[in-house]
Antibody, heavy 127, light 110 residues
């Protein structure tokens, strides 16, 4: 059974750092495209970052230069290192697996079809 | 990455059909057949309902269908049921391995 379990959320002061973890079971993180998606309280979903199976990483403009997505293959775990945190980063952070897409001309890439999600972990940035 | 535009709310009676629109631009919805739809009940994680514009994951009811015309994608739910009441979000590939979500639509089953 596929399962994603996030941890690491909590209260942090503006300018501080936090590392989120997403432990996966039932599939191999390093063989899939994995994303972080966040949801501010009472607001909509916002895509944050993706890591490809080959290791390439991409970010939303709102977090570029401050957040880093990574994974630990032997632990089958996805991470999100968040630095220089701001009040507007307050949200529930979800990790999600992307189904991926194959285009005959451009090859495989992430598709935005997130078929498995964790339960989320709340990050609150406040003084 | 710009947010996609969805109506804030839609409603319908049990048994009826409703359609939720998702309007993007020629840089996202209009350029790629990579639009997905998510259902989210309060306090729960989102659930994938439609991907690649019109494909349904295994286990999703065939009452849910998706389509796209130009820069606008649509989710149609037929035979509305009480358990369909939830928030719905569209998501589109926006190029350069980035993605945009819609603002969400609250569906009320009257």
């Amino acid at each position: 059974e596929v399962q994603l379990v996030e941890s690491g959320g909590g209260l942090v002061q503006p300018g501080g750092s936090l590392r989120l973890s997403c432990a996966a079971s039932g599939f191999t993180v390093s063989s899939n495209y994995m994303s972080w998606v966040r949801q501010a309280p009472g607001k909509g979903l916002e895509w944050v970052s993706v890591i490809y199976s080959g290791g390439s990483t991409y970010y939303a403009d709102s977090v570029k230069g401050r957040f880093t997505i990574s994974r630990h293959n032997s632990k089958n775990t996805l991470y999100l290192q968040m630095n220089s945190l701001r009040a507007e980063d307050t949200a529930v952070y979800y990790c999600a697996r992307d189904k991926g897409y194959y285009d005959i001309l451009t090859g495989y890439y992430a598709s935005g079809a997130f078929d498995y999600w964790g339960q989320g972990t709340l990050v609150t940035v406040s003084s | 990455q710009s947010a996609l535009t969805q109506p804030a709310s839609v409603s319908g009676s049990p048994g009826q059909s409703i359609t939720i629109s998702c309007t993007g631009t020629s840089s996202d919805v209009g350029s790629y057949n990579l639009v997905s739809w998510y259902q989210q009940h309060p306090g729960k994680a989102p659930k994938l309902m439609i991907y690649e514009v019109s494909k349904r994951p295994s286990g999703v009811s065939n009452r849910f269908s998706g389509s796209k015309s130009g820069n606008t994608a649509s989710l149609t739910i037929s035979g509305l049921q009480a358990e369909d009441e939830a928030d719905y979000y569209c998501c589109s590939y926006a190029g350069s391995s980035t993605f945009g979500f819609g603002g969400g639509t609250k569906l009320t089953v009257l």
